[in-house]
């Protein structure tokens, strides 16, 4: 299984991004996909999720600025990140499960700054 995020850099606050992340080695359209960030010194924290019939949930901190989506015929999880904040700066990892086991993509990096 691999998950390749795409999408990081820097954004002005209020400005926005859009994450992408590549799935290979899983049956794509049937897994669950979520994104995760990490700010430094923090704990990991759960942010979207889609499920395979298209269900999202979203974390309070991002719900109704951020917009998780997926395109099964390109085997990809987006990440819309609109109106972003100084404290969205974080590394984003997209994670998913298969046969019993959790796997992560290598961070991207998202700084918002002025």
């Known amino acids: 299984v691999q998950l390749q995020a795409s999408g990081g850099g820097l954004a002005l606050p209020g400005g926005s991004l859009r994450l992408s992340c590549a799935a290979s080695?899983?049956?794509?359209?049937?897994?669950?996909m979520s994104w995760y960030r990490q700010a430094s010194d923090d704990e990991r924290e759960l942010i979207a999720t889609?499920?395979?019939?298209?269900?999202?949930n979203y974390a309070d901190s991002v719900k109704g600025r951020f917009t998780i989506s997926r395109d099964n015929r390109r085997r990809t999880v987006y990440l819309q990140m609109n109106s972003l904040k100084p404290e969205d700066t974080a590394a984003y990892y997209c994670?998913?499960?298969?046969?019993?086991?959790?796997?992560w993509g290598k961070g991207t990096l998202v700084t918002v700054s002025s």
């Open positions: 994670e998913t499960e298969s046969r019993g086991r959790a796997f």
């Open positions: 080695g899983i049956h794509f359209s049937l897994n669950t």
């Open positions: 889609i499920t395979s019939n298209h269900s999202t």
